[in-house]
Every structure is written in structure tokens, then in C-alpha cells.
């Protein structure tokens, strides 16, 4: 059942306009392709789930982001509530590549005191004969920044699901390492119904005190 679910991550797409964003998602979260998808409008929600390690289940909420700077004002309400992240760039558009480092250092900035965990993703890499930024380049300024790279196309379905999966990945291990916490007023990790009920029967209860749940 979905409501079964151990975490709930919530993670942020960023880049510039036409980046590829939205097909990115539609393609992990519904195993579609859509050659032509509306800009974005503020931010858009996916969901999907993850069995990040066998019998641990995540749910994974995604929220897409407009690249336009008239809605960056909104977007950046999201960075705090986010437990991780994906820049993404187009390998065949130079402009957007080279506004990496400022939506880095944004989202940097926003997630304060938190922590994000970050993916750099060179994504459209079925235009190979129109790349305009080798992968050389992705990987030199991913390390710069101290994160992975990938590249990944939503039309060939090109490590897609390796992209958000590893992200996740990242993401529970930075929990299971105290890199990230459980904390009431921040929503970018939660606790699900299985985790608190893990703690439930893993934890004997007082006589006459409240069942112990999730610190979420």
C-alpha cells in the first residue's frame, strides 16, 4: 500500500527554462515521453516510490520548478523544505550550463540551517550532435562543487532512473549517517506509518504513558 511508506524525501528540481525539468520527471514518474510540455508555472508536484534499500520504502515528492527568474521569488520558498536536489543543465544549450554555479549558490544559500543533498545531471544527451558542453566540462565543474555527475535523456530513457535513485540513495544515507535529521520544524525528510510503526514495536511502551512515535 502507498500509505505503507518508511520516509518521505522531498526533493527540488532546478536549471533553467526548458532544461528539460518536467520530462525528466514525467519520464520516472510515469514512464512517458512528451516531445513539447508547457513551461512551468511556479511549481508543479510528482510523486513517486523507492524501496531505497530492501524492506525500506520511500516516497519520493518532487517539486518542479519554474527556470524563469519572474518566479524565482516563489520557487525559493521551496529550497528550505528540501532534502535534496537535482541542477539540471542542457548539454546542447551553453547559456544554461554556465548558470549552474548560480542556482548552486542559491539553493545553498535558501536551505540554511539545513543541509541539501545535490545532483548535477546534464540532461538531453540524445543531441549528441548538438552538444555544446562536453562531458569533460559536466564532470570538472560537478567535482568543483562537490557533486556527482550524470547525464541522462528523458527521450531514450537514458539513466533516468539511476539519476533519481541515487539521488535517494544519497539522501537516506545521509540520514542513516546524522548528515541529515529528523527534525519537527523542517519538512524535507518525514517519517511514514511504517517507520513509526517499526519504532512502536521495537520499543515497549510504559504502562499509562503515550505510544512513542516518529520524531517527524
Sequence with gaps: MESLWHYQFRIIMLGDSTVGKSSLLKRYTEDVFISFINQTVGVDFYVQFFEVEPGVKVKLQFWDTAGQERFRSVTRSYYRNSA???????ISNRSSFESVREWHKEVSAHVQPHKVILMLVGHKSDLEEERTVTREEGEK???S?????????????????????????????????GELHLRKDWDGVKCGAA????LNDTQPVPVEEPTKSCAC
Excluded: C
Design 84 to 90: 535534496g536536489g537535482l541542477i539540471v543543465f542542457d
Design 141 to 143: 565543474l560537478a567535482a
Design 145 to 177: 562543487l562537490g557533486l556527482p555527475y550524470i547525464e541522462t535523456s528523458a527521450k531514450t530513457n537514458s539513466n533516468v532512473v539511476e539519476a533519481f535513485q541515487q539521488l535517494s540513495s544519497a539522501i537516506y544515507q545521509a540520514l542513516q549517517s
Design 195 to 198: 517507520r513509526a510503526q517499526e
